[in-house]
């Protein structure tokens, strides 16, 4: 075998080696990022949770008071 077809050999495993490793890391790379991805959704809806929760709190607490102001409305008019 001659130097140049030894040479030409290496190059083409090296760099078969290299495609096929940088293939896996990419491949490893996206799982992980889809992964993450799944995990920011999950928090994303937890936190949507959370400000509908907080939001129907507010409108029965803005509820109460309407209906508290009214009763000091009305009472208020009553004694005067």
Do not use: F, P, Y
Request: hydrophobic residues 40%.
């Amino acid at each position: 075998m001659s130097t140049a077809s030894k040479v030409a050999l290496g190059v083409s495993v090296v760099l078969t080696v290299s495609t096929v490793v940088g293939v896996h890391v990419k491949q490893s790379w996206d799982r992980q990022r889809l992964r993450e991805g799944v995990l920011r959704d999950l928090e994303r809806l937890e936190r949507k949770r959370e400000n509908v929760r907080a939001l129907e709190e507010q409108i029965q607490l803005t509820r109460e008071l309407v209906a508290e102001r009214a009763c000091q409305e009305a009472e208020a008019a009553r004694g005067s």
